[in-house]
Structure formats: structure tokens, C-alpha cells
């Protein structure tokens, strides 16, 4: 069965450093989404991506954030510089588009900011 | 804007009992329910989802939701619980009018815990 795949599973970075976390979404996807969960908080939405560019973004991506699909296969989350709030797990997931269809997640990579 | 609350945290339960996961939403305009499941250690699993026509919905291994307009309530049951389902469970809704490519807006999530 397909699968949203992310790397790595855990991120160790210094507050004020670059992070990429990389996902390779389900092969003939067109949406792609990025999400994070702060530990014991509710999972939130970060941006939504189709045809390469952002079609929504939450109050939460600001600047020091970016989206991209560099291939035809990966999609990346880039985080500037890094603060101590930015830890997190960030979920990357795809989907078809159809309304109503499901999202499909990775597994997350936990980043931690030092 | 749309919202989710998930009233229990946490639902300890005996192995083979009932188990009901509340959910409550509110929004203005029509939605999509979802339940996603997450086991420790992995991803967002999707459970089931209710986009239109009947209210009850199940899922392949035992799960069922129902949506009821009138209470905004997406609650998801289980007649007898394994150890297996373990996990925590997140409701979530999606917005099909909002022409943002169907975010999802998730609870806080409920950490099931069946005990032997």
C-alpha cells in the first residue's frame, strides 16, 4: 500500500539554525500539506501546496517559513531560524484533492530545538 | 471558522467493554467529520469519515461515528474494545466550500487505554 514517507524521524538543531524536513508524498497526489503537533497540544495546520505554490497557509507560517517541491517526488518544510517554540512534530500529508477525500500522513519527524 | 472539541482527554477502559469518544464541532457552514487514529510511534491513520448521505459510519475493524447535525456531534463507539486499540484518536473536520484545498482542523485528541 502507498505510504507518505519523512525524514528524519528526529531532528536535534540549535535555536537561530536552518532545518529542512523532507517528505515524499503518495506518487500520483496533487495536494500536500504540512502540519505540526507541540507536545500535549492539538495538531494544527500549518500550509496546503498545489501546482507549485501555496494555496492556504495558517497564521502560524510566517517568513522563517517555506514550502517547496524541489522533484517531482519531494516536498520540504524549511524552517529559517530556528526557535525554541519550533519544536514540535510535524506531520507532512497528501491527498488527491477530491472534496471530502482522505489526507494521508507520515509519521512525522520530531523536531527538537536546543 | 471552524472548531473541534473533544471533551475527554483521556478514556481508560477494560479490555471487551463499550467505549464512545465524543467529539463536537462548530462551524457555520457544511463539513466533512473524520476520526484518525494514531498508535504510538506512527503516523495519522484515518478511521472514518462521514462526508454526506447516511449519519452512521463504520470502519473496517469494528468503529462506528455518527454525525448528528442538530448536537454539531461526530462521537465514535465501539461495542467491545481489544488492548489493541490502544492509541490515541483525533476528530477532525474538513470545509469543502472553503476553496483551501480541505484543511483539516483537528481536536485535541482522546487517549484511549484499554487495560486487561
Known amino acids: 500500500e502507498p505510504e507518505v514517507t519523512q525524514t528524519p524521524s528526529h531532528q536535534v538543531t540549535q535555536m537561530g539554525q536552518e532545518v529542512i524536513l523532507r517528505c515524499v508524498p503518495i506518487s500520483n497526489h496533487l495536494y500536500f500539506y504540512w502540519y505540526r503537533q507541540i507536545l500535549g497540544q492539538k495538531v494544527e495546520f500549518l500550509v496546503s501546496?498545489?501546482?507549485?505554490?501555496?494555496?492556504?497557509k495558517s497564521e502560524i507560517f510566517d517568513d522563517q517559513f517555506s514550502v517547496e517541491r524541489p522533484d517531482g517526488s519531494n516536498f520540504t518544510l524549511k524552517i529559517r531560524s530556528t526557535k525554541l517554540e519550533d519544536s514540535a512534530m510535524y506531520f507532512c500529508?497528501?491527498?488527491?484533492?477530491?472534496?471530502?477525500?482522505?489526507?494521508?500522513f507520515g509519521p512525522g519527524t520530531r523536531l527538537t530545538v536546543t | 471558522a471552524q472548531s473541534v472539541t473533544q471533551l475527554d482527554s483521556q478514556v481508560p477502559v477494560f479490555e471487551e467493554a463499550p467505549v464512545e469518544l465524543r467529539c463536537n464541532y462548530s462551524s457555520s457552514v457544511s463539513v466533512y467529520l473524520f476520526w484518525y487514529v494514531q498508535y504510538p510511534n506512527q503516523g495519522l491513520q484515518l478511521l472514518l469519515k462521514?462526508?454526506?448521505?447516511?449519519?452512521l459510519v463504520e470502519s473496517i475493524n469494528g468503529f462506528e461515528a455518527e454525525f448528528n447535525k442538530s448536537q454539531t456531534s461526530f462521537h465514535l463507539r465501539k461495542p467491545s474494545v481489544h488492548i489493541s486499540d490502544t492509541a490515541e484518536y483525533f476528530c477532525?473536520?474538513?470545509?469543502?466550500?472553503?476553496?483551501?484545498?480541505?484543511?483539516?482542523?483537528f481536536g485535541a485528541g482522546t487517549r484511549l487505554a484499554v487495560h486487561p
Open positions: 462521514y462526508l454526506s448521505g447516511s449519519t
Open positions: 501546496f498545489y501546482n507549485n505554490e501555496i494555496s492556504e
Open positions: 500529508a497528501s491527498s488527491t484533492g477530491l472534496a471530502g477525500d482522505e489526507q494521508y
Open positions: 477532525a473536520v474538513s470545509t469543502p466550500f472553503s476553496g483551501g484545498y480541505n484543511k483539516l482542523i
